[in-house]
């Protein structure tokens, strides 16, 4: 039974090895419910591994993780309980639009076959359609409303808006933000750019080099984050250049805005990387 | 489930179908034309009658092999165009990450699958050769080759294993060589080597086989295809005994005693026609060895390699939904 207070992910000491490639090590982190969570990292930095392993297409290899208070994609219920999609939004070229919508009415017990076709209805897609022939944007847009439709508590989308352009990104964020509203589901979104997310996220996750940086509330993040020019005032810590993390209150300091704080660990962590290497 | 299947599988679906008809119509036509001329060949005056019989060999060995070839290449078919792409093609185009995501378990995706397309193979396969042994029936009745490699394997029940086994092992084929057309070619060789070993070295393997003494006489010679006889002894090639399928290519011809037969008795019979030697060499009180698969058997065979494809099946299956459970992501 999944209640308001059940974490919506929750995992210790997660791992993920493709032979000898580490894809995630060591990934612990508390999601609570009802949040949009970006996932920032850069490419290769195990982002899709970490989705993939929420909704049980990828088994782990060390480590735990519970989805929604159970294992990924454990059972069929489990499964009715998150949607997802994957990267570049795979749909079946063969089938027609509303062939998708069958296809989710037929294989979803909480199927919600008004608000698929209301979607489909205001995004302008003709049901008679091959999926085949639609842009990358109404592509994107069908898989989630398959994803949608299905009335999912988590909803995980992986690079959702990676091959839309800027227009297209825009208007498919605003109506993520819309439906989420009208849904009450919890959101995890991917992207390799923060500026994507920014406008719609309010918890962070940043992973980079097959590790989390940073993971918490955007506010939270916000609130013990800075930017200090010169010295290091005492109990802060450097991230990179003149982005500090301190609790304490620092006079002087300026605010940091969440592109800056993310590039600032994706930043540190790519030259600890180099460092490490060299 | 089942309408999914159903929606991406009807394509495939009715392209066999017209196959299926075509082939039907034919095979209903030809089986018509064998049933008359059977007919005619069982009402020849006695005169006609070898000629008769000739006639009728010839004019349906051709058109009868060509169509059991067929049959037997319909399994292949579903396997590398049913079976290999079932899984490959999700895999490839990432469908499986929109399908393996509703609320029903990869479990029971492939149970679905697996089971309907299934009994689609084996539906379309079974009608096919319950037509062609209805067609043939009077045919192989005449002919009584009902061991022979194209005919066993193209008549009666044994087609079913075939076209189950084809689809569950070009699926299982596509589902862990995750490339269509890596999976089609693999499933095509596998296939073809199963279906090359089987009936050269297996089948006869299923049942122990029976070895007998039979005389030597004109029964035994007009059922052989040569005798030959030099200084060590004589032999009997191509001997086969009524509806039995003959494991002996060539026997040595032997006294009643056991000791080889000789020139020098075979010369005691040279009389001067054909006929009349052979009737003298029968005189002779002559035998040879014979190992066989009795006619009676046809039915065991037929239901043990069929339970053997069908047990493979299962097997398939079972290692296929393991990996798709713990391997495929």
């Given at each position: 039974m999944t209640t308001a207070t059940t974490p919506v992910i929750e995992t210790g000491g997660l791992g993920k090895r493709y032979g000898r490639t580490t894809a995630?090590?060591?990934?612990?982190?508390?999601?609570?419910?009802?949040?949009i969570v970006g996932l920032v990292g850069p490419n290769g930095a195990g982002k899709s591994t970490l989705l993939g392993l929420t909704c049980g297409v990828i088994a782990p290899t060390t480590g735990s993780?519970?989805?929604?208070?159970?294992?990924?994609?454990?059972?069929?219920?489990?499964l009715a309980k998150v949607g997802f999609v994957a990267q570049d939004a795979p749909v079946y070229r063969g089938l027609s639009v509303a062939d998708h919508l069958r296809l989710g009415a037929r294989l979803n017990p909480r199927w919600d076959q008004p608000l698929a076709e209301r979607r489909v209805k205001r995004l302008g897609l003709d049901p008679a359609q091959k999926a085949g022939g639609l842009s990358g944007g109404q592509r994107a847009q069908l898989a989630l409303t398959v994803a949608a439709a299905k009335r999912a508590e988590l909803l995980i989308l992986d690079e959702p808006v990676a091959s839309l352009d800027p227009l297209a990104r825009h208007a498919f964020l605003r109506d993520l933000l819309d439906f989420v509203a009208e849904l009450g589901v919890s959101v995890v979104l991917s992207s390799h750019l923060l500026g994507d997310l920014e406008q719609v996220c309010d918890h962070l996750i940043v992973l980079a080099a097959g590790r989390v940086q940073l993971a918490g509330d955007v506010d939270d993040l916000l609130a013990v984050h800075h930017r200090v020019a010169g010295a290091l005032p005492t109990g802060a810590e450097r991230i990179h250049e003149d982005v500090v993390r301190?609790?304490?209150?620092?006079?002087?300091?300026?605010p940091v805005d969440l592109e800056d704080l993310g590039m600032a660990y994706m930043t540190r962590a790519a030259v600890a990387s180099i460092g490490g290497a060299a | 489930m089942i309408w999914l299947t159903w929606r991406q599988f009807r394509t495939?679906?009715?392209?066999?179908?017209?196959?299926?008809?075509?082939?039907?119509?034919?095979?209903?036509?030809?089986g018509s034309r064998i049933r008359d001329d059977y007919a005619s060949v069982l009402g020849c005056q006695p005169s006609d009658c070898a000629t008769a019989r000739h006639a009728f060999d010839e004019s349906y060995t051709g058109p009868l092999?060509?169509?059991?070839?067929?049959?037997?290449?319909?399994?292949?078919?579903?396997?590398?165009?049913?079976?290999?792409?079932?899984i490959a093609r999700e895999l490839e185009e990432r469908t499986d990450r929109l399908v393996w995501n509703q609320s029903v378990t990869r479990t029971r995706w492939l149970a679905?699958?697996?089971?309907?397309?299934?009994?689609?193979?084996?539906a379309v396969t079974g009608l096919f050769s319950l037509l062609l042994t209805w067609n043939a029936s009077r045919y192989d009745q005449f002919i009584g080759d009902r061991f022979g490699a194209v005919n066993f394997a193209s008549r009666n029940v044994v087609p079913l294993g075939y076209a189950a086994f084809a689809f569950v092992l070009g699926t299982v084929v596509g589902l862990v060589a995750r490339r269509t057309l890596v999976a089609m070619a693999l499933t095509l060789a596998v296939f073809a080597i199963v279906q090359l070993l089987v009936p050269t070295v297996v089948r006869e393997h299923l049942m122990a086989p029976v070895t007998t003494t039979v005389a030597f006489d004109e029964d035994a010679m007009s059922r052989s295809d040569a005798f030959g006889i030099n200084d060590r002894g004589a032999t009997i090639v191509g001997y086969t005994m009524a509806g039995t399928w003959s494991l002996t290519d060539d026997a040595k011809v032997l006294n009643a005693d056991g000791t080889p037969y000789t020139l020098q008795q075979a010369k005691a019979c040279e009389k001067g026609s054909q006929a009349e030697n052979t009737a003298c060499m029968a005189g002779q009180n002559l035998h040879f060895s014979y190992t066989y698969q009795p006619a009676g058997r046809y039915w065991p065979f037929q239901w043990i390699e069929l339970s053997a494809y069908l047990g493979v099946t299962l097997l398939l299956a079972a290692f296929g939904f393991w990996w798709i459970r713990h391997r495929s992501s």
């Amino acid at each position: 039974m999944t209640t308001a207070t059940t974490p919506v992910i929750e995992t210790g000491g997660l791992g993920k090895r493709y032979g000898r490639t580490t894809a995630l090590a060591d990934c612990t982190l508390h999601v609570p419910a009802g949040r949009i969570v970006g996932l920032v990292g850069p490419n290769g930095a195990g982002k899709s591994t970490l989705l993939g392993l929420t909704c049980g297409v990828i088994a782990p290899t060390t480590g735990s993780i519970k989805v929604l208070g159970n294992r990924p994609g454990g059972s069929a219920a489990q499964l009715a309980k998150v949607g997802f999609v994957a990267q570049d939004a795979p749909v079946y070229r063969g089938l027609s639009v509303a062939d998708h919508l069958r296809l989710g009415a037929r294989l979803n017990p909480r199927w919600d076959q008004p608000l698929a076709e209301r979607r489909v209805k205001r995004l302008g897609l003709d049901p008679a359609q091959k999926a085949g022939g639609l842009s990358g944007g109404q592509r994107a847009q069908l898989a989630l409303t398959v994803a949608a439709a299905k009335r999912a508590e988590l909803l995980i989308l992986d690079e959702p808006v990676a091959s839309l352009d800027p227009l297209a990104r825009h208007a498919f964020l605003r109506d993520l933000l819309d439906f989420v509203a009208e849904l009450g589901v919890s959101v995890v979104l991917s992207s390799h750019l923060l500026g994507d997310l920014e406008q719609v996220c309010d918890h962070l996750i940043v992973l980079a080099a097959g590790r989390v940086q940073l993971a918490g509330d955007v506010d939270d993040l916000l609130a013990v984050h800075h930017r200090v020019a010169g010295a290091l005032p005492t109990g802060a810590e450097r991230i990179h250049e003149d982005v500090v993390r301190s609790d304490a209150v620092l006079p002087g300091a300026q605010p940091v805005d969440l592109e800056d704080l993310g590039m600032a660990y994706m930043t540190r962590a790519a030259v600890a990387s180099i460092g490490g290497a060299a | 489930m089942i309408w999914l299947t159903w929606r991406q599988f009807r394509t495939q679906a009715l392209v066999v179908a017209a196959a299926l008809a075509a082939i039907a119509i034919y095979l209903v036509y030809l089986g018509s034309r064998i049933r008359d001329d059977y007919a005619s060949v069982l009402g020849c005056q006695p005169s006609d009658c070898a000629t008769a019989r000739h006639a009728f060999d010839e004019s349906y060995t051709g058109p009868l092999s060509i169509v059991g070839l067929l049959l037997i290449a319909v399994p292949a078919v579903i396997g590398i165009f049913w079976g290999a792409p079932l899984i490959a093609r999700e895999l490839e185009e990432r469908t499986d990450r929109l399908v393996w995501n509703q609320s029903v378990t990869r479990t029971r995706w492939l149970a679905t699958k697996l089971v309907l397309l299934t009994l689609a193979g084996a539906a379309v396969t079974g009608l096919f050769s319950l037509l062609l042994t209805w067609n043939a029936s009077r045919y192989d009745q005449f002919i009584g080759d009902r061991f022979g490699a194209v005919n066993f394997a193209s008549r009666n029940v044994v087609p079913l294993g075939y076209a189950a086994f084809a689809f569950v092992l070009g699926t299982v084929v596509g589902l862990v060589a995750r490339r269509t057309l890596v999976a089609m070619a693999l499933t095509l060789a596998v296939f073809a080597i199963v279906q090359l070993l089987v009936p050269t070295v297996v089948r006869e393997h299923l049942m122990a086989p029976v070895t007998t003494t039979v005389a030597f006489d004109e029964d035994a010679m007009s059922r052989s295809d040569a005798f030959g006889i030099n200084d060590r002894g004589a032999t009997i090639v191509g001997y086969t005994m009524a509806g039995t399928w003959s494991l002996t290519d060539d026997a040595k011809v032997l006294n009643a005693d056991g000791t080889p037969y000789t020139l020098q008795q075979a010369k005691a019979c040279e009389k001067g026609s054909q006929a009349e030697n052979t009737a003298c060499m029968a005189g002779q009180n002559l035998h040879f060895s014979y190992t066989y698969q009795p006619a009676g058997r046809y039915w065991p065979f037929q239901w043990i390699e069929l339970s053997a494809y069908l047990g493979v099946t299962l097997l398939l299956a079972a290692f296929g939904f393991w990996w798709i459970r713990h391997r495929s992501s």
